[in-house]
């Protein structure tokens, strides 16, 4: 009990949907431990990607706004009901009219920007799609990157926004540049100032999200792990002046027309046994490297946000062995997490997921 009077505490109590998905209705209550159990194609990661779309308005299976409405339906609504140190109640709800502007609302306030929302319901998700970090192109790292700092740093998010504003209007500039054969220089250095003071601005926040994420990546690997390995990471980026670079750059980007070098080309080396991790390390290993970064995003934001993070778990008893999912439950049994939803599709296997000392906080959910 002690380790949760450091934290607040805000877990999402009702959940309704409204033409999401395959759902056309459907009212949810929610305690502590929420295993939703059911057959393959019944809605249990749908249920799982709603909760997420309320903490950043948009699905984590990278559906678009249009398809996450339900075929059938011309619409779309969720709506949370949220409670915060068990004395403040707060509601969240988005909705989406075919052909209109998705609607955010704070109680019954709209958000005037959706990224004024992002990191007020700090969570974290776990599904069968995170080995792209390990084993996808660079631009999935540093999503993995931007997911969290952006949730804890409102300056960064908005830095961010803005940067890759400011990198789309110089690639267009390039390539009408290239298509007058007209070169505007201090035009095209405007952007380059411009692009560089933000960029070394998010180079900055990335360098110290990394130096000190690393210590519970390397932490959390080895309790999975039992310590079987050497593992390391490495936040790699350009060196030196942006400003400068992005000049010398100029007469290469007049022939491949986009912006060669910043914070938008920056990738995670990851290695095991000093070796390149995407390539040697075993389907095993890969599966530990996510869940000790998953498990170290979530330290890193109830540490910044000073709230423990709601926990989203996705299919892993059949995607991660049995080691691994014992080690998530016996940070559950030690009341690490406040509020953790999973999905599987063996009622008898959810049994062992709930600890004997957590029956009253836990609801288990047939599809």
């Known amino acids: ?33 929420n295993c939703i159990v059911g057959n393959n194609g019944v809605g249990k990661t749908n249920i799982l990607d709603a909760i997420y779309y309320l903490s950043f308005c948009k699905s984590f299976l990278g559906c678009s706004d249009g398809e996450v409405i339900n075929h059938n339906a011309d619409f779309f609504s969720l709506k949370g009901e949220y409670q ?26 709209p958000y005037k920007k959706f990224s004024e929302h992002i990191g007020k319901i700090p ?36 830095s961010l926004i803005n940067y890759n504003k400011c990198l789309l209007q110089r690639n267009k500039l390039l390539k009408y540049f290239h298509q007058t054969g007209v070169y505007d220089y201090i035009q095209l250095d405007i952007w380059n100032e411009r692009l560089s003071s933000l960029g070394q601005l998010i180079q900055e926040k990335r360098k110290n999200f990394f130096n000190e ?23 790699i980026t350009y060196e030196g002046n942006l400003l400068e670079i992005l ?35 075993s ?21 910044h946000k000073n709230t423990i993070p709601i926990l989203l778990l996705d299919d892993i008893f059949d995607k991660f062995d ?17 509020q953790v ?11 062992m997921i709930i600890p004997e000392e957590r029956i009253n906080e836990s609801t288990i959910i047939n599809l």
């Open 1 to 33: 009990m002690q380790f949760k009077l450091q934290y607040e505490i805000m877990y999402i109590k009702n959940l309704t949907l409204n033409n999401f998905k395959n759902f056309t209705q459907k009212e949810l209550e929610f305690s502590k431990i």
């Open 84 to 109: 915060l140190n068990d004395d403040i109640e707060e509601t969240f709800l988005v909705s989406l009219k075919r052909g209109e502007k998705k609607v955010l609302k704070h109680g019954k306030q």
């Open 123 to 158: 969570s974290v998700i776990v599904s069968p799609g995170d080995h792209v970090i390990l084993t996808g192109r660079s631009e999935q790292r540093r999503k993995f990157m931007d997911i969290i700092l952006s949730q804890t740093d409102v300056v960064y998010m908005d």
């Open 213 to 235: 994420f690393i210590v519970p990546f390397r932490e959390n690997y080895e309790f999975i792990s039992g310590g079987k390995e050497d593992i390391n990471a490495e936040y």
């Open 247 to 281: 000049r010398s750059n100029l007469e290469k980007e007049k022939i491949l027309l986009h912006t060669f070098s910043g914070i938008h080309r920056d990738d995670i080396s990851f290695t095991i046994n000093n070796h390149d991790a995407s390539y040697t390390a």
């Open 283 to 303: 389907q095993g290993q890969q599966k530990t490297f996510i869940l000790a970064l998953k498990l170290a995003q979530f330290d890193y934001i109830q540490k």
């Open 322 to 338: 049995f080691q691994r999912v014992q080690k998530i439950l016996q940070l559950a049994q030690a009341d690490k997490f406040n």
């Open 341 to 351: 939803f999973i999905t599987d599709t063996h009622p008898d296997r959810t049994k």
